[in-house]
């Protein structure tokens, strides 16, 4: 009699830290050093000025005042080092966690100025990705996909579609390895960019709502 093979194990779920910023913290965000500054912390860990400045191809006054501003928002914090002279820096969480502004005004403003801002970033890792994807492996290249996909939805619905991505995202991300730690072999970070809105120049405009 053949003895059952158990079936593999569950992987483990971890709590994946997140920050909701206001407005404020926000606005000192939403600067392209101090988004990519960030971006390094979290995915390569800690790092000191000096480090970042030769990556970023700063001086490091300058690394260091973006990283007293991401320091003051509590986006970063001191991390223990080695020596106390060379003082690193650390990711405070995995994620930021932005909702749009419901209203008028600043948060308003904020939140459409951090949009362009981060998709200034993304453009520009999906352009180097692109120009990187001859040179990756087989087993890579399938994992790796351009796709677009039109669905005629209402916002309702629309809205309750993308909470699902990103739940399967989020679900996906807590059984994974946290970010700025050695990772097992054949492990990478994996980037997955997920943009969804109506299908440009297809909503009516305030202006055109108003026209008799």
């Known amino acids: 009699?053949?003895?059952?093979?158990?079936p593999p194990a569950s992987?483990?779920?971890?709590?994946?830290s997140q920050v909701a910023p206001d407005v404020t913290a926000l606005k000192a965000l939403a600067h392209p050093v101090r988004l990519r500054m960030l971006g390094m912390l979290r995915i390569d860990g800690p790092a000191t000025a000096t480090q970042l400045a030769t990556r970023l191809g700063l001086n490091s006054g300058a690394t260091s005042y973006h990283l007293r501003q991401l320091a003051q928002y509590g986006f970063i914090e001191d991390a223990p080092g080695p020596s106390r002279r060379d003082r690193r820096w650390r990711a405070c969480h995995e994620l930021t966690s932005i909702r749009p502004a419901e209203?008028?005004?600043?948060?308003?403003?904020?939140?459409?100025?951090?949009?362009?801002?981060?998709?200034?970033?993304?453009?520009?890792?999906?352009?180097?990705?692109a120009e990187e994807y001859a040179e990756l492996p087989l087993e890579w290249r399938k994992a790796s996909t351009a796709s677009d996909i039109i669905i005629p939805l209402t916002s309702e619905k629309a809205e309750a579609l993308t909470k699902r991505l990103n739940d399967i995202l989020l679900e996906a991300m807590s059984e994974a390895p946290p970010l700025g730690e050695p990772l097992p072999p054949a492990t990478v970070p994996f980037t997955i960019m997920l943009h969804a809105f109506p299908y440009p120049g297809r909503l009516p405009h305030d202006e055109d709502e108003n026209e008799p």
């Open 103 to 129: 209203t008028e005004g600043e948060a308003f403003d904020m939140d459409v100025a951090f949009a362009q801002a981060i998709l200034s970033q993304q453009v520009s890792q999906m352009q180097k990705a």
């Open 11 to 16: 992987p483990i779920s971890r709590s994946v």
């Open 1 to 6: 009699m053949k003895t059952p093979v158990p």
